[in-house]
């Protein structure tokens, strides 16, 4: 509901659960997961870091334009 709400209103997402849930071939989800089931582990605190910093400096160019 949120999602749609969001692209309705043109507000970019940043989908955290889909990169985590979707980590692509370099890693499996369990791979990013701690064995807590909660906690993220280095290589989940990395690709996130990652995604949101990719996505902050889009949308950073994106208002530039």
Do not use: Y
């Amino acid at each position: 509901i949120a999602k749609k709400a969001m692209q309705e209103l043109t507000v970019p997402v940043n989908d955290l659960h889909a990169a985590v849930s979707n980590p692509g071939e370099a890693f499996e989800t369990e791979d990013l997961i701690a064995a807590d089931g909660v906690h993220l582990t280095t290589a989940g605190r990395e690709l996130l870091g990652k995604t949101v910093a990719t996505f902050i400096a889009r949308q950073l160019a994106a208002g530039e334009k």
